[in-house]
């Protein structure tokens, strides 16, 4: 669930819009598919944190920009999260009953309705994205593709489910593309799409993946239980200590990157700290 005041106004703003986008902007076109929608709703409405779709906002704040700018991008990037996740959790991958504190989508609606559930939403993310008013559209949809396809999101899944010896080269290539890749596009992506100079942009590049590095090495130490040691973890491979100095100093450099934004981008310095606590 995401932390109390986590980035209210933010967060109420992408609510307001997940919320208005299934039932106003792609209604279902016959009542039949009624009962699809509300698999859909389920997992997109089911409190997840916003990490990556306020990073978006975030973005066109540092970039002295309207959030609303950057709204089909951070709605976007939330939908293709969410399509992961359902996928993520069905028998054939991780074969997960929870998530959120809550029945998977597979287990409430059945497993052929998860899957498709997951495939409309990440078909839905680009018809999304393709309406964003902007001339670098079509920049911000090949970001977003490269970031969520087999070079990136589902590369890094591939990766992971492979019988590979593992060492810390490939624990981290993992990691980058399952779970860095979105959180970077969510920051690459909005900038791409209101148009940021080659400096602001290569500032947000190096931030995004920097904290994309740093939210899997908490999410590691969070997850972290000795009794269930896991495969695909910098625990595994370089110890909890190791782990922890380790996100302190990605953090450290996440921030630095961030000097030439000034204080237009303290919201972005923010979600380093909020990422840092959560551990
Ligand atoms: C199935 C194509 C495909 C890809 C799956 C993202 C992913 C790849 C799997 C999810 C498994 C997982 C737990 C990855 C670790 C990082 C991660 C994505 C954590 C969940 O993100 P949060 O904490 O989730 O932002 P909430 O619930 O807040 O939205």
Same mark, same amino acid.
């Given at each position: ?5 986590f980035?209210?106004a ?12 299934l039932?106003?902007a ?12 509300e698999c ?8 997840g ?15 002295g ?7 089909p ?5 939330? #939908?293709?999260?969410?399509y992961? +996740?359902?996928? /993520?959790?069905l028998?054939?991958l991780?074969?997960?009953? %929870? !998530?959120?504190g809550?029945?998977?989508?597979h287990?409430?609606f ?6 498709l ?5 990440l ?8 309406r ?5 559209v079509?920049?911000a ?31 981290t290539e993992?990691?980058?593309r399952?779970t860095?890749d ?10 791409i ?17 920097? #904290?994309?590095?740093?939210?899997? +090495?908490?999410? /590691?130490?969070?997850?972290h239980d000795?009794?269930?040691? %896991? !495969?695909?973890?910098?625990?595994a ?11 302190r100093?990605v953090?450290d450099?996440?921030?630095r ?11 972005l ?10 551990v």
């Amino acid at each position: 669930m995401a932390a109390p005041n986590f980035f209210a106004a933010e967060t109420d703003l992408i609510q307001r819009h997940l919320e208005a986008l299934l039932r106003e902007a792609f209604p279902p076109p016959r009542a039949e598919l009624g009962k699809f929608w509300e698999c859909m709703r389920y997992s997109l409405l089911s409190g997840g944190k916003r990490f990556r779709p306020v990073l978006s906002l975030l973005t066109a704040k540092a970039l002295g920009r309207a959030v609303e700018k950057a709204l089909p991008m951070a709605i976007a990037v939330e #939908l293709i999260h969410t399509y992961s +996740l359902i996928h /993520d959790d069905l028998p054939m991958l991780d074969n997960d009953d %929870e !998530r959120r504190g809550q029945p998977t989508n597979h287990k409430i609606f059945g497993e052929a309705q998860a899957l498709l559930a997951g495939d409309a939403l990440l078909t839905l993310a680009f018809g999304v994205l393709a309406r964003a008013s902007s001339p670098h559209v079509g920049e911000a949809v090949a970001a977003l593709s490269q970031a969520a396809g087999p070079q990136g999101m589902v590369g890094g899944q591939v990766l992971d489910i492979g019988d590979f010896s593992l060492n810390e080269d490939l624990v981290t290539e993992i990691h980058r593309r399952k779970t860095g890749d979105l959180i970077r596009v969510a920051v690459e992506g909005a900038a791409i799409l209101l148009g940021a100079g080659p400096k602001d942009r290569e500032s947000l590049l190096q931030y995004s993946n920097l #904290l994309g590095f740093a939210f899997q +090495l908490a999410d /590691d130490l969070q997850d972290h239980d000795p009794t269930k040691p %896991e !495969r695909v973890s910098y625990i595994a491979t370089a110890g909890v200590e190791a782990t922890r100095a380790r996100l302190r100093e990605v953090s450290d450099q996440a921030v630095r990157q961030l000097a030439n934004l000034g204080g237009a981008a303290d919201g972005l310095r923010r979600m380093v700290h909020f990422n840092l606590e959560r551990v």
